[in-house]
């Protein structure tokens, strides 16, 4: 059966309309700007759920999408996870206990509870993300350097952290610490100690693995980004492993990545996710 979601372009987020149909897909227009540029290969795998807005692992090996019509786990973890909500997101990120940080159509954050309710959490985003440490950090809505500022929730809200920080799409890495790329696509990870380390390369969604540390060495296959090179279904796909790596074949607008591999929405809504890949 294929499971149909809310359809929600990354960048500007504008909402498109329209029937969707697999391996129907568009292009969009960028730049490319890597260092070192060397291409694998990889082997793309369409799972059958369209009109996805986003896509988010969690740490206790559970897969989520959101979307106009509800928010679902499609993959089951280890976590005591309910099957969905009927909260419509825009963006999701999921915690280490398998259940998921929403934020809807109207930036409103949602966190997800074990009983199938969700609780609004004060404040308004554009993104959030979640750390293996449980750490929760999110692109707020007060614009910054051109995108919006980052914030991390301490104490039941959210506040601007030690080294201040702006971005439009953010993910959290195993210790705690927020990755995120600005409008201008340029990639920062932010230390422990608050500073802020800009990496190589261009993209429109980040996405680190459960194992990546921010602040530390870069790579270990642990970094995936949507880039701004042009490909069929959205920007190309990335991964930092000492040199940037592109995997040609399929597109995205969104990307994730943990325990069940790398997953990825394209610019039609569809949901794929990358069943073998290698850097020869």
């Given amino acids: ?4 979601l809310g359809l929600r372009r990354h960048g500007l987020r504008t909402a498109l309309a329209g029937a969707i149909a697999l391996l129907c897909f568009g292009t969009f227009a960028a730049t490319p700007a890597y260092a070192a540029n060397r291409v694998g290969r ?14 988010a692992s969690g740490a206790d090996g559970s897969v989520w999408v959101t979307g106009v019509t509800g928010t679902f786990d499609i993959v089951r973890g280890s976590g005591q996870a309910p099957a969905g909500y009927g909260l419509a997101g825009a963006r999701i990120a999921v915690g280490p206990d398998g259940l998921p940080w929403i934020i809807d159509f109207g930036n409103r954050i949602f966190r997800g509870n074990a009983d199938g309710t969700v609780t609004q959490v004060t404040g308004l985003a554009h993104d959030v993300g979640v750390g293996q440490d449980g750490s929760v950090w999110i692109v707020s809505n007060i614009p910054t350097n051109r995108s919006w500022a980052v914030e991390e929730l301490i104490g039941g809200g959210f506040v601007i952290p030690l080294g201040g920080g702006s971005g439009l799409s953010i993910d959290v890495s195993a210790n705690g610490q927020p990755v995120v790329n600005g409008i201008d696509g340029k990639i920062w990870q932010r230390d422990p100690s608050g500073k802020w380390g800009q990496l190589t390369g261009l993209a429109d969604d980040v996405a680190v693995s459960p194992n990546f540390v921010a602040g530390g060495p870069a790579g270990g ?60």
Wanted: no cysteine; aromatic share 14%.
């Fill in 221 to 280: 296959s642990a970094l995936w980004i949507v880039g701004r090179n042009a490909v069929t279904g959205g920007g190309g796909i990335w991964n930092l492993n000492g040199d940037w790596w592109f995997f040609p074949g399929q597109g995205a607008t969104e990307i994730t990545i943990g325990n069940q591999g790398v997953w990825f929405v394209n610019n039609n809504g569809n949901l794929f996710r990358i069943a073998a890949a290698s850097e020869p």
């Fill in 42 to 55: 990889a082997t793309f795998f369409s799972t059958g759920v369209s009109q996805v807005s986003d896509v």
């Fill in 1 to 4: 059966m294929v499971r149909k």
